[in-house]
């Protein structure tokens, strides 16, 4: 029996929408992702779900990401000669669905490697990451691996889409604290990208390009102070604000309490802040548990990037 966990992630990071994303984990060693438990059986395909966020899947067991997962590892592995082994999933659902914090990538990436791992991993990296791409896209509307990328493989990633890679790593800044605040309430990343526009004016594309040129310049020049004020987004935020509860404001209070940059996660609710050290992050947890939380469901936690991406458990 195998057992993989896929952490959560942060997509975006402000200034590089479906370009940039970051794997992320509490700093207390809670486990914030979902987990896929593999293992043999006599015959047959059997999933089963559990974990707190279970009545959240959808009703019908092929609607379910991991059971879409399961089918299209068996059809690329039988184009390839392969053969599926008799096998049982279960699924952990720890993640809450619609939150920006990358729960069907959560689901999508442990399905695959524990999948792959089961069957001696036939399947390199990137061509796992390419049916991760895929997976997502069904959901969403369109592939984008922001989420699924850091997922997999941890720390900041930058999608480069070139030369048979579909992401690097990005050289990031170890000592910032990641706070992230999801409100309890959901958001659907498909809704979330139709309200965007299909066009941009001209100062937009330039104030965009300027953004994220210095900030990956940043990153690799370990500069914080310009990398904070980088993370600007012109894209996604100004049309996405709404979605989220006393958006402005909270932003404003998080930036008078200290907080580098804040801005949405993902497509939301899920808000993140960046703090220079433990102090601010205690600081802005408080205020956003007490300010941002709309019911029971929400929460808050300080994390860290997470390095190691998707994993097996002991
Ligand atoms: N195992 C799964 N985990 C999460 N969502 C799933 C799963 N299987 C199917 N779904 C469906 O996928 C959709 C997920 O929606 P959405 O992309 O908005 O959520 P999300 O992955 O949590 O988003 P985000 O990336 O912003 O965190 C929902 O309609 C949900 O029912
Ligand atoms: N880049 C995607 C991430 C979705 O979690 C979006 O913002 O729509």
């Known amino acids: 029996m195998l057992r993989i966990y896929a952490p959560a992630s942060s997509a975006n990071i402000s200034v590089g929408f479906d370009t940039l994303g970051a794997a992320v984990s509490p700093i207390d060693g809670s486990l914030l992702g979902d987990v896929v438990q593999i293992e043999a059986i006599p015959s047959g395909f059997e999933l089963e779900n559990a974990g707190y966020f279970v009545r959240k899947l959808p009703k019908e067991p092929q609607k379910n990401i991991v059971y879409q997962a399961y089918a299209l590892f068996s059809e690329r592995l039988q184009l390839r000669g392969g053969k599926v082994k008799p096998l049982r999933l279960t699924l952990e659902k720890n993640m809450p669905i619609g939150s920006g914090l990358g729960s069907s990538a959560c689901s999508i990436v442990a399905a695959l490697v524990a999948l792959n791992k089961f069957h001696d991993e036939p399947f390199s990296k990137m061509e796992l990451l390419e049916m991760m791409g895929e997976l997502e896209g069904r959901i969403s509307g369109s592939i984008h691996y922001d989420n699924v ?20 790593t990005l050289p990031f800044f170890d000592e910032w604290y990641w706070v992230l605040a999801y409100p309890g309430i959901e958001v659907s990343t498909a809704e979330a990208r139709a309200i965007l526009p299909k066009q941009y004016t001209r100062q937009d594309v330039i104030d965009h390009g300027r953004h994220l040129g210095s900030f990956v310049h940043a990153c690799h020049t370990h500069q914080d102070v310009l990398a904070a004020l980088m993370m600007k987004d012109v894209i996604a935020e100004p049309y996405r604000a709404a979605l989220l509860p006393n958006f402005a404001e909270v932003k404003q209070a998080n930036r008078d309490l200290g907080a580098l940059a804040t801005g949405i996660s993902g497509s939301g609710p899920t808000m993140f802040s960046i703090a ?15 300010h941002y939380l709309q019911n029971n469901e929400g929460f808050v936690h300080i994390c860290k990037v997470d390095n190691q991406g998707a994993r097996e458990l002991g």
């Open 149 to 168: 990328a850091p997922c997999y493989l941890g720390g900041v990633q930058l999608m480069v889409q070139s030369l048979g890679n579909i992401c690097q």
């Open 276 to 290: 220079p050290d433990l102090t601010v992050a205690t600081k802005l947890a408080t205020y956003l548990e007490q």
